[in-house]
């Protein structure tokens, strides 16, 4: 072979002809691809990819000294000292590996300009002597959940554009200061701001001053609520982003008052926001006048008990462009009301309201399509009936419910998609699926009361996929209700203890192309109608059994 470029395959006969430059090993093989005598004999290469049985060829790669890229994702638990060797290097993704400690070698390739560590969750030390390494530019280290402390003079890597993550420290070269001479850019996330102590260590991050900032998450200790840090809310002050911030995300703030860069809107910008877990607060920020807001997020706000005026803001239009929004964890939450005489929420399409158990009524907000209720106050579900558009729609541990209220939805001819699960007291569906004519996935789940379908299942003509699992007291599926499920693809029963019969009226499942059934130890025998030369009700449907006792009925 005289290419430069080689894709090293599993089971294919690799011959090396001339000078090879970059190398890719496949990536859809889920065996190890081994060298053979005609590559261990390169030793130009450049580039590497996808590297394969990664301990066993590392003395391979170790000796390509003019390499520039190596992709070492997933490479062990341990990196060899003589990495170092690869003086050339600019490029090192070891994502998702095992490693626990990046040796102090690794700071001897003084032209890397990349080093990505993403998803190494074993990874508990960085080296000391990073802030030698002056020409790096990007530091991955996202999802290293081991990792405690940064090196010592992180901000020394003047060329440092993009660092995923910052960990602060109390002593000096640990300290969020470390961050004021970095022109990042992207996504900024700087955890333990416990250990800034007064607003002039915060200022001094110059996070206003870093324009090419996209993406900001700041995030306290969540286990040190019995102690709120001294001057905290002076520091969320100081760490004011620069106007051009698209992504703001606060976890833990531990303080009573919002700072005024929030409270006043000055980031104009922001599509997404999402605070979490700012306890002692006991109104929400106004929000409602960012022109640009897309995505919010408002959940742990644990003092609050009314939302209002503060929270839409005196405008024309309150959350002009908001599509989704997420209540969640509001427990001691009881009246939300929208500003009168105004337009509220134009473009929401998205609601999930999780954890709210005091409030007793949502706004009726016309433009939702997908509705999520889920561990709230029973009676809260009653507006789901005026919110006609749905097209999803999510009910969830709402254990008071022994019925669902009735017409809750009878007037939905645009839902879609059904899911009720952890219903641990409803005992009936009676009446619910008559008038839901476009639904195309059925999901109940863990619903141990109900021991039949209704026979309005029969009306869902557009649907595909029914999915039933843990409901322990279901014992069939209605023989007349599944005559009109024209459509069905995909039938899955999982873990239902006392279910015993499919029916006949299986045989009605002339579209069926996937049958799951798992761990139903009562289901001892199949309708005659399923077995159509041992492949099913249809010779394309797919067919997974299991459970011990069944017998086949040929």
Same mark, same amino acid.
């Given at each position: 072979?005289?290419?430069?470029?080689?894709?090293?395959?599993?089971?294919?006969?690799?011959?090396?002809?001339?000078?090879?430059?970059?190398?890719?090993?496949?990536?859809?093989?889920?065996?190890?691809?081994?060298?053979?005598?005609?590559?261990?004999?390169?030793?130009?290469?450049?580039?590497?990819?996808?590297?394969?049985?990664?301990?066993?060829?590392?003395?391979?790669?170790?000796?390509?000294?003019?390499?520039?890229?190596?992709?070492?994702?997933?490479?062990?638990?341990?990196?060899?000292?003589?990495?170092?060797?690869?003086?050339?290097?600019?490029?090192?993704?070891?994502?998702?590996?095992?490693?626990?400690?990046?040796?102090?070698?690794?700071?001897?390739?003084?032209?890397?300009?990349?080093?990505?560590?993403?998803?190494?969750?074993?990874?508990?030390?960085?080296?000391?002597?990073?802030?030698?390494?002056?020409?790096?530019?990007?530091?991955?280290?996202?999802?290293?959940?081991?990792?405690?402390?940064?090196?010592?003079?992180?901000?020394?890597?003047?060329?440092?554009?993009?660092?995923?993550?910052?960990?602060?420290?109390?002593?000096?070269?640990?300290?969020?200061?470390?961050?004021?001479?970095?022109?990042?850019?992207?996504?900024?996330?700087?955890?333990?701001?416990?250990?800034?102590?007064?607003?002039?260590?915060?200022?001094?991050?110059?996070?206003?001053?870093?324009?090419?900032?996209?993406?900001?998450?700041?995030?306290?200790?969540?286990?040190?609520?019995?102690?709120?840090?001294?001057?905290?809310?002076?520091?969320?002050?100081?760490?004011?982003?620069?106007?051009?911030?698209?992504?703001?995300?606060?976890?833990?703030?531990?303080?009573?008052?919002?700072?005024?860069?929030?409270?006043?809107?000055?980031?104009?910008?922001?599509?997404?926001?999402?605070?979490?877990?700012?306890?002692?607060?006991?109104?929400?920020?106004?929000?409602?006048?960012?022109?640009?807001?897309?995505?919010?997020?408002?959940?742990?706000?644990?003092?609050?008990?009314?939302?209002?005026?503060?929270?839409?803001?005196?405008?024309?239009?309150?959350?002009?462009?908001?599509?989704?929004?997420?209540?969640?964890?509001?427990?001691?939450?009881?009246?939300?009301?929208?500003?009168?005489?105004?337009?509220?929420?134009?473009?929401?399409?998205?609601?999930?309201?999780?954890?709210?158990?005091?409030?007793?009524?949502?706004?009726?907000?016309?433009?939702?399509?997908?509705?999520?209720?889920?561990?709230?106050?029973?009676?809260?579900?009653?507006?789901?009936? #005026? $919110?006609? !558009? /749905?097209?999803? &729609?999510? %009910?969830?541990?709402?254990?008071? =419910?022994?019925? +669902? *209220?009735?017409?809750? @939805?009878?007037?939905?001819?645009?839902?879609?998609?059904?899911?009720?699960?952890?219903?641990?007291?409803?005992?009936?569906?009676?009446?619910?699926?008559?008038?839901?004519?476009?639904?195309?996935?059925?999901?109940?789940?863990?619903?141990?009361?109900?021991?039949?379908?209704?026979?309005?299942?029969? #009306? $869902?003509? !557009? /649907?595909?996929? &029914?999915? %039933?699992?843990?409901?322990?007291? =279901?014992?069939? +599926? *209605?023989?007349?209700? @599944?005559?009109?499920?024209?459509?069905?693809?995909?039938?899955?029963?999982?873990?239902?203890?006392?279910?015993?019969?499919?029916?006949?009226?299986?045989?009605?499942?002339?579209?069926?192309?996937?049958?799951?059934?798992?761990?139903?130890?009562?289901?001892?025998?199949?309708?005659?109608?399923?077995?159509?030369?041992?492949?099913?009700?249809?010779?394309?449907?797919?067919?997974?059994?299991?459970?011990?006792? +069944?017998?086949?009925?040929?």
């Amino acid at each position: 072979m005289s290419h430069e470029c080689l894709v090293v395959e599993f089971g294919k006969a690799v011959k090396v002809a001339g000078r090879i430059i970059h190398m890719s090993f496949d990536w859809n093989s889920s065996r190890a691809i081994s060298l053979n005598e005609d590559l261990c004999k390169v030793g130009s290469l450049r580039t590497c990819l996808g590297t394969s049985d990664c301990k066993a060829s590392l003395p391979f790669f170790l000796k390509q000294k003019y390499l520039r890229v190596l992709d070492f994702r997933s490479v062990g638990s341990e990196v060899p000292r003589s990495i170092n060797n690869l003086k050339h290097l600019r490029y090192l993704d070891m994502s998702k590996s095992m490693i626990k400690v990046l040796p102090e070698s690794t700071t001897c390739l003084l032209n890397l300009q990349t080093l990505k560590l993403d998803s190494c969750h074993s990874l508990c030390k960085l080296p000391k002597g990073m802030k030698y390494m002056k020409n790096l530019m990007y530091l991955g280290i996202t999802n290293c959940s081991s990792l405690t402390r940064m090196p010592e003079g992180i901000g020394q890597l003047t060329c440092l554009q993009s660092l995923s993550c910052f960990i602060v420290g109390k002593e000096k070269g640990y300290q969020v200061s470390e961050l004021k001479g970095l022109n990042l850019r992207n996504k900024l996330t700087i955890k333990e701001l416990d250990n800034v102590r007064n607003s002039v260590e915060a200022k001094n991050a110059n996070l206003i001053g870093k324009q090419n900032l996209h993406s900001l998450s700041l995030v306290w200790q969540s286990d040190n609520k019995s102690h709120v840090p001294d001057h905290v809310e002076d520091v969320l002050d100081g760490l004011q982003p620069h106007s051009n911030l698209k992504e703001l995300s606060i976890n833990n703030y531990h303080g009573s008052k919002i700072p005024a860069w929030i409270q006043d809107s000055v980031l104009c910008d922001l599509v997404e926001i999402s605070l979490i877990c700012w306890e002692r607060c006991e109104h929400l920020p106004t929000l409602g006048k960012l022109p640009f807001l897309k995505v919010l997020n408002i959940t742990g706000w644990h003092a609050v008990k009314y939302i209002g005026n503060e929270f839409h803001g005196d405008g024309a239009i309150s959350f002009p462009s908001l599509k989704e929004f997420r209540l969640q964890e509001m427990r001691d939450l009881e009246e939300w009301r929208t500003v009168t005489g105004g337009e509220n929420f134009p473009c929401l399409s998205t609601l999930d309201i999780t954890d709210c158990p005091k409030l007793v009524e949502i706004p009726i907000i016309p433009s939702i399509t997908g509705l999520t209720m889920r561990r709230n106050y029973a009676m809260l579900i009653k507006p789901v009936m #005026n $919110l006609t !558009s /749905l097209s999803s &729609l999510v %009910i969830e541990n709402m254990d008071e =419910l022994t019925v +669902l *209220p009735d017409g809750l @939805l009878q007037n939905h001819k645009m839902l879609e998609m059904l899911k009720i699960s952890y219903m641990l007291n409803l005992k009936s569906l009676t009446n619910q699926l008559d008038d839901l004519s476009a639904l195309n996935k059925f999901y109940l789940g863990c619903c141990d009361k109900i021991e039949s379908l209704p026979e309005g299942l029969q #009306n $869902l003509h !557009s /649907l595909r996929e &029914l999915s %039933i699992w843990g409901c322990n007291n =279901l014992l069939s +599926l *209605p023989m007349n209700g @599944l005559q009109g499920l024209s459509s069905l693809r995909r039938l899955s029963i999982d873990s239902c203890n006392k279910f015993c019969s499919l029916s006949e009226g299986i045989q009605y499942l002339i579209a069926l192309e996937n049958l799951l059934i798992d761990t139903c130890p009562k289901l001892i025998s199949l309708p005659e109608d399923i077995i159509i030369d041992g492949l099913g009700i249809a010779t394309k449907t797919a067919m997974l059994l299991s459970w011990s006792t +069944l017998r086949w009925q040929c």
